[in-house]
């Protein structure tokens, strides 16, 4: 079971540190992504990282703003978000896959999402 935190409000230009923390899971066997969505919009990517961690992959809308990582010996993956705007407004999600992309398809457990709201 995954289980992100970390989300809350926040004024544009702010940051935030969401957490995923995994039980019953070793999440060093799989690739860990970040994904969002928005009220009345799909879910979509932002961010992953890959079983080392390695290799970090983001969405070009998140690009040198969000940084993931992980730590496998405590078993928890991470978001680091600056530089927040509004459009970064949505419910953020944690997901676990055993080979790595960014499509949601290919990820096979997801965490309950953290709510992050950045007012202007």
């Known amino acids: 079971q995954l289980q992100a935190s970390g989300g809350g409000w926040v004024q544009a230009g702010g940051s935030l540190r969401l957490s995923c923390a995994a039980s019953?899971?070793?999440?060093?066997?799989?690739?860990m992504g970040w994904f969002r969505q928005a009220p009345g919009k799909e879910r979509e990517f932002e961010a992953r990282v890959s079983r080392t961690g390695y290799r970090t992959y983001y969405a070009d809308s998140v690009k040198g703003r969000f940084a993931v990582s992980r730590d496998n010996a405590r078993n928890m993956v991470y978001l680091q978000m600056n530089s927040l705007k509004p459009d970064d407004t949505a419910i953020y999600y944690c997901?676990?896959?055993?080979?790595?992309?960014?499509?949601?398809?290919?990820?096979?457990?997801w965490g309950q999402g953290t709510q992050v709201t950045v007012s202007s």
């Open positions: 997901a676990a896959a055993i080979d790595g992309g960014s499509y949601p398809q290919l990820y096979g457990y």
């Open positions: 019953g899971r070793t999440l060093s066997s799989y690739h």
